[in-house]
């Protein structure tokens, strides 16, 4: 296949006449260049609005309803008064992308009432962790018994009303040389 190159004449008519060596060389040159870089650039960016954009929304669309938000109350017993209790399992709250809180109970200085929002795996996770009975700080916090108390204090419970909550854990004077395990 012979190349051609189109040649405007002072007259103002154009005609195409058979390329020179350089034109051809330069017509290769662009060729090579556009199926080398410009092309796959455009796919690239033809792919991710096709593909990736729909897919971003969906995905985000369908993780917020795969995800179950949910609120849960437990008691756990053990070494868990005066050994930076509340502040460790308000910390990995925090730390685990959850809200809640945590009271001490003035009748059982061995219990300790704390309430988990958020994510329903993240909360088992949370859960399974803290019942495993090992220590969650260098204080040796530890929870020997884990009860759930949802069927006591209801559904309408505001975690809030907690002494410690993911809203107010940093206003306190806490230890600061605890490390938490969780």
Known sequence: ???????????GTVRTVPATREEKFLQSAMRRHFTEHIRPRRLALLFFLIWCIPLMFTSKVM???MS???QRSFRAFGKVQRVMFRQTIVQAIIKNGLQGGASNRKDDR???DF???GDSDVID???HRLGSGKEINDWGARVDKLVSIDDEIGK????RSHKVTTDNVHTF???PNVKMYL
């Open 1 to 11: 296949m012979s190349r051609v190159a189109s040649r405007m004449y002072s007259t």
């Open 63 to 65: 993780c917020e309803a």
């Open 125 to 127: 996770n949370l859960v």
């Open 173 to 175: 004077n806490w230890n």
């Open 115 to 117: 309430t988990l929002v």
């Open 110 to 112: 061995n219990a300790v």
């Open 68 to 70: 179950v938000q949910q």
């Open 156 to 159: 309408d419970f505001d975690w």
